[in-house]
């Protein structure tokens, strides 16, 4: 039976760590600020968003909604985010994607400032990632995993780790973090050849791909940490599943994050410490 890697006590202590930060930013007369430009009302971003608020009400962070109509024009968003980007007040912007189809979302995340960008969307925070340099932050999913496997001692220095997926949201960030880390880092993805064989060699495994049943019994063995990234809903179960097929590694496998209750519930944590990092980073 693995042990089960639960986002919650991750969560609980990044937002321990974060309040003495927050009481001095509240000493130097600031509010760390996020704001948050929503366009439409899909249910996966209205859920997020509530997490978050719940999530900064409790940390005494400041959240300023920007809520634009399904059909809003593309200057109605970039002005929107220049506003944001503008106001000194307001130290980190989350824009919810994917943007309606009539939307230019590469012009959109362009416009954003990366010293503002709190979810690693813009050129510069990527560049960030990817040069180890402070520039902007690393998409918060991406970071979720690495906090993880930090909380839980997952030796990552010298590890042997593949990544499936290979999205600048989660695979490609994630591997560069984990090469950061010291670890050997593979990059597969669906089209790999021999991926059981690749997965079963790992050390450490992360699935981003976003497909269900992509990591199975076939993929995996005893001692392993398997970090499932993805979030889909099981028409025939009736409840959201990850990537991995979880009835099968569970037995197998050393350690293995759990869908819902994983690495999603570390997210809203790590999008504040972003946040407050953002607001820090104002004070010199």
Known sequence: MAELLRGKPV????????EPRIHACANADMVPTLA??????REDDLS???SLLKRFDALELGVRLCQLPEDCSQDAL???IRMANEDPSIHGVLLFRPLPAHLDEQAACDTLLPEKDVDGITAGSLYGVFAGR???FAPCTADACLELLRFYDVTLDGANAVVIGRSLVIGRPVSLMLQAANATV???HTHTRDLDAITRAADVVVVAAGHVGTLGTAGVRPGQVVVDVGINWDEAAGKLVGDVSFAEVEPVVGALTPVPGGVGSVTTAVLAAHVVQA?????G
């Open 11 to 18: 969560a609980d202590a990044l937002c321990a760590e974060l």
């Open 36 to 41: 948050v430009i929503r366009v439409g009302a």
């Open 48 to 50: 997020y968003e509530r």
């Open 78 to 80: 970039m002005d929107a």
């Open 134 to 136: 402070p520039v902007g």
């Open 186 to 188: 593979t990059m597969a």
């Open 279 to 283: 607001a820090e980073r104002t004070l």
